[in-house]
């Protein structure tokens, strides 16, 4: 944990080295980044959810149904 913080802190010193245009740059690409990673990540929960509908094991119905299924 004390190295993980020590290499976040490294990376805070460096941002704060450059000058304020280069940091909102970089805030800029950080947060295109992230976006494109819960947008891959989106993806691949969709691919499996589908692949595991395709392979029959998801139903469909309604909470009435599920409480029923839950009684058996």
Same mark, same amino acid.
């Given at each position: 944990?004390l190295?993980?913080?020590?290499t976040?802190?490294?990376? @805070?010193?460096?941002?704060?080295?450059?000058?304020?245009?280069?940091?909102?740059?970089?805030?800029? @690409? @950080?947060?295109?980044?992230?976006?494109?990673?819960?947008?891959?990540?989106?993806?691949?929960? @969709?691919?499996?959810?589908? *692949?595991?509908?395709?392979?029959? *094991?998801v139903?469909?119905g309604s909470?009435?149904?599920?409480?029923?299924?839950?009684?058996?």
């Amino acid at each position: 944990m004390l190295e993980r913080t020590s290499t976040f802190q490294k990376a @805070i010193e460096a941002v704060e080295a450059l000058d304020p245009e280069a940091q909102a740059i970089l805030v800029d @690409i @950080i947060q295109k980044r992230l976006k494109q990673q819960r947008r891959d990540d989106l993806l691949k929960e @969709i691919a499996q959810a589908e *692949n595991d509908y395709a392979q029959g *094991n998801v139903r469909r119905g309604s909470v009435a149904d599920l409480m029923a299924e839950l009684d058996e």
